[in-house]
């Protein structure tokens, strides 16, 4: 089954709004991965994330892995209409060393102008 | 570099039809695999391959075959098509066979609808 767990599923804002998204897992990941699909379009990766506590900026995103490298989160401050998409988080299969990654559900954003 | 390809992009097919998607690279990844995502489900790992010749099943593999004859294409096939197989397919590959810690590129997605 999936290794990781995304929520919210949704989430509306209003222009200017901060957005956040989380994935927790029941057991430690040795890495993960955020991506972003816009409307229409394919997952486009936009970070990994592997060291425990480690935070990685990306202009007005803010990605966190934590310190028992069993969640993450995605912070977009003052969200833009250009944010709108889907963001998925990505981890490893259990007990696997190849091959096998697994996708969270993902959280659509939706920003309204 | 012209990165994933996919072909068709859009495909209806009835009940019981077969047919290939087909999945194409340029950037000589070992690591390549497939992605249905249907809405409220995120991306589901249907099948992978690690490199020509290596193929394994992901968490929905039931009802698709693969192969990997070349470092470049990865196919994928419908037997018979069901109505439950209607979704949005994608395509994905990755520099390494350790896939766990590389970045995925995906290609543009396959729309089907089995009628």
């Known amino acids: 089954g999936q290794q990781v767990m995304q929520i919210p599923q949704y989430q509306h804002v209003q222009e200017g709004e901060d957005f956040t998204t989380y994935c927790n897992s029941s057991t430690t990941l040795s890495n993960i991965q955020w991506y972003k699909q816009r409307p229409g379009g394919h997952p486009v990766f936009l970070i990994q994330l592997v060291k425990s506590g480690e935070v990685k900026k990306q202009k007005r995103l803010t990605f966190q892995f934590g310190e028992a490298k069993k969640n993450s989160s995605l912070h977009i401050t003052a969200t833009q209409t250009t944010d709108v998409g889907t963001y998925f988080c990505?981890?490893?299969?259990?007990?696997?060393?190849?091959?096998?990654?697994?996708f969270g559900r993902g959280t659509q954003l939706t920003v309204w102008p | 570099n012209a990165g994933v390809t996919q072909t068709p992009k859009f495909q209806v097919l009835k009940t019981g039809q077969s047919m290939t998607l087909q999945c194409a690279q340029d950037?000589?990844?070992?690591?390549m695999s497939w992605y249905r995502q249907d809405p409220g489900m995120g991306l589901r790992l249907i099948h992978y391959?690690?490199?020509?010749?290596?193929?394994d099943q992901g968490e929905v593999p039931n009802g698709y075959n693969v192969s990997r004859s070349t470092t470049e294409d990865f196919p994928l096939r419908l037997l018979s098509a069901a109505p439950s197989q209607t979704s949005v397919y994608f395509c994905?590959?990755?520099?390494?066979?350790?896939?766990?810690?590389?970045?995925?590129?995906f290609g543009p997605g396959t729309r089907l609808l089995v009628l």
């Open positions: 391959s690690v490199g020509a010749g290596i193929t």
């Open positions: 950037m000589n990844h070992e690591y």
């Open positions: 994905a590959s990755s520099y390494s066979f350790t896939a766990l810690q590389e970045t995925q590129y």
């Open positions: 990505a981890g490893p299969s259990r007990g696997s060393t190849l091959g096998r990654l697994y």
